[in-house]
């Protein structure tokens, strides 16, 4: 058991900016990684509120993490205290020692765990994976969380690393310190950006793997529509993103940051004006005649299937038949012959007469 004592209270101290450790520019997660991490919560953690913890295997070039390959690791918290949490070591070194004989080039660059946020424990997990980064490693662990929750319609890994920050309001000498003393230097996660990447052998993976788990109930178009809402609620989440962070900058609970402002004006910029009336129109031209092409289709296949329908039954009542001819024979034959009794009745009778 391991007790994290130096978690941060609830206030908000003033912080001085951050000093970062070796900078990590970028994290690439590959497909087994993610394919690795969702197992282990269906198996370990599913239905219940506990999360899955493990080791990310990879390697680092000039700040860009590369993580390759992963493999889960017992870990258990303590419900009641969030302080308290289990992570079985020698279960680690085993696992590493075996990954090394199978694969030198890939080392420890990091830890996953399913989240879905960050918890007071996770500082304490990054000093412990840290133990197990070879020595002369510039770049830093990273700490990725992947969010296995079916729901989520952006990139499911979020991506931090490490930075140490200079909090003002707490004195090295103490809690009730006077205003001598040295500021504490304190650890916290600071976000890096991820991505989904793969090499040609995992792509040809991916795609025989959702080839395999394809809904043949579901039409192309139907995915092409639920593709369309997806990507247009990303993007409706990203634009109310930058909404608030432009709002706390206005406000001054942020600071600005340049570079931020700038690829803002940049997207704004590619966006079209709705307030040209030539653009509305033609706009509004353009959706009816697609709505007018979908319209003619959706006839044209109804009337199609409906005829393909009739000549099957025609086909099929040629080949076997219904027993309709057998009665219409019947029917006919008896009429003939009471139509001859009936001329011969009246024949007999002119006769008579």
């Known amino acids: 058991m391991a007790t994290n004592k130096s978690s941060s209270s609830n206030d908000t101290p003033t912080i001085s900016p951050s000093t970062p450790l070796p900078d990590v520019t970028e994290v690439t997660i590959h497909p087994l990684v993610l394919l690795s991490a969702t197992d282990h919560y269906h198996r370990v953690a599913r239905g219940t509120r506990k999360r899955a913890v493990g080791v990310l295997l990879g390697s680092s070039t000039r700040g860009a993490v590369d993580a390759t390959n992963s493999f889960a690791v017992p870990f258990e918290e303590d419900s009641k205290n969030s302080e308290v949490f289990y992570l079985d070591h020698n279960y680690l070194e085993n696992m590493l020692a075996m990954f090394r004989k199978v694969h030198a080039k890939e080392r420890v660059v990091g830890f996953y765990s399913t989240g879905p946020q960050i918890r007071s424990n996770d500082l304490r997990i990054f000093d412990l994976v840290k133990r197990f980064v070879p020595a002369g490693t510039i770049t830093p662990p990273v700490f990725v969380i992947i969010d296995v929750r079916p729901g989520r319609e952006s990139i499911p890994t979020t991506a931090y690393r490490v930075v140490e920050e200079v909090d003002s309001n707490i004195p090295a000498g103490g809690k009730g310190g006077g205003d001598g003393g040295a500021a504490e230097v ?21 795609e025989h793997l959702l080839r395999d788990i394809n809904d043949p109930t579901v039409s192309t178009v139907a995915n092409l529509v639920k593709a369309k809402l997806s990507g247009l609620s990303t993007l409706t989440e990203k634009l109310v993103e930058m909404k608030d962070y432009l709002t706390a900058v206005s406000e001054g609970r942020m600071k600005a940051n340049p570079e931020i402002i700038a690829n803002m004006q940049a997207i704004v910029n590619l966006l ?8 509305v129109r033609s706009m509004l031209v353009k959706n009816n005649d697609m709505h007018m092409v979908i319209y003619l289709s959706a006839l044209i296949r109804c009337v199609i299937a409906l005829h393909d329908l009739v000549l099957n039954k025609i ?3 040629e080949e076997v038949g219904d027993g309709l001819g057998d009665i219409l024979k019947e029917k006919k034959t008896p009429d003939k012959a009471d139509a001859g009794e009936e001329k011969k009745e009246d024949d007999d009778a002119k006769a008579s007469k």
Do not use: C, D, Q
Request: aromatic share 6%.
């Open 272 to 279: 079209p004006n709705l307030n040209v009336e030539e653009l």
């Open 315 to 317: 086909a099929y009542n």
């Open 186 to 206: 304190r650890k916290t996660f600071a976000h890096v950006p991820s991505l989904i990447g793969a090499m040609e052998a995992e792509e040809v993976g991916v």
